[in-house]
Structures are given as C-alpha cells and as structure tokens.
C-alpha cells in the first residue's frame, strides 16, 4: 500500500515505494525514506494489577492500551514518557521513576498512513490506585486489571501485548 499517489518532488507516477520504506521516483530519482517514529509506554503497577487506558480513538477506539505516545523532536524517551503521563493522566513523573523496560516494533495505521514505530516500555510502580484521566479525548477510561486476569486479544497493538505477555501475565 502507498500513501503516495505522486512523486512530492516532481508529481510524476513513476515510482516504486518498497516495503513502505524507501520511496524512489523514477523520473527525477527522488529518494524518500519513511523512518520509524519513536513512541513510549508507561506500564503503570499496583500489587499485582497492570493500568490500561480504553483508547478514545482510532486506531483501535475502545480497545486496551499504555499511557504514552510519540517522542517530539529533540526530546529525550523519558521526558516524552513524563510528558505523555502528565497530559494524560495528570500525574508527574520523574525520569527516575521509570524503569526501563524493553522496546518493540509497531505498526501504527493512523488516517490511512501505515508507520511503523519503535516502542519504548518503562515501568512505574504506584503506590495507590487512585489514577485519573485528564485527555478524555484521546483516553475513555482507566482500568486496573490483575496479572492473572490480562485479556490479550482486548489489548490494541502487537507491540503492547508482546510486552505484556513476555513481562506482566503469570
């Protein structure tokens, strides 16, 4: 699939785009190549619960996910990850506190643009439960969920339960 209909450079049809990767026009050898983003996840602990977020929006409205997002240019992973939690869910964080975890490869089909991102997974114990949603446009809900009790089908994306099932269910 191609998100592309022209060359930007030259608006020729002449082009191949491999693998969603590398973009080459053939008529004026334009070259683009479609990195991977990075993006993080917080996986929130409680004794032996794991925090999802109910996702408000496509991809995946209504399914399990992290409180996270994408790194903004000149950002570090773990200013991104305490920038992602405390506009989602009002919490500050320290860079710290996290503890890293794993990365993991992603696919993200957002508006009919497939990216694939590179996953970042910390880990953040709390001490409470007591969590509240403050982007109730990107968040619905907050759900605690035991360990043993984690649904990976209801998760949204490969990277998340990957990471799940190899660190969190027993």
């Not at 020729?12 to 683009?32: I, K, L």
């Not at 992602?84 to 320290?94: N, P, R, S």
Request: aromatic share 14%; glycine share 2%; proline share 5%.
């Amino acid at each position: 699939m191609s998100f592309f209909t022209y060359c930007p450079n030259c608006k020729s049809t002449h082009f191949t785009f491999e693998n969603n990767f590398r973009f080459q026009c053939h008529a004026c050898d334009f070259v683009y190549y479609h990195n991977i983003a990075a993006a993080v996840a917080v996986i929130f602990t409680f004794e032996d619960s794991v925090l999802f977020t109910i996702r408000n929006v496509d991809p995946d409205k209504g399914k399990l996910d992290l409180p996270g997002g994408f790194i903004d240019p000149k950002e570090t992973a773990e200013e991104a990850a305490c920038r992602e939690i405390k506009e989602e869910l009002g919490i500050t964080v320290a860079p710290n506190d996290l503890k890293y975890i794993t990365t993991s490869p992603n696919d993200y089909l957002y508006k009919n643009v497939p990216y694939r991102t590179m996953d970042i997974f910390y880990e953040c114990p709390l001490v409470s439960k007591t969590v509240s949603v403050t982007a109730k446009d990107e968040i619905q809900d907050l759900i605690w969920i035991n360990r043993k009790q984690i649904d990976l089908e209801k998760i949204a994306f490969t990277s998340i339960r990957k990471v799940i099932e190899s660190y969190y269910i027993y």
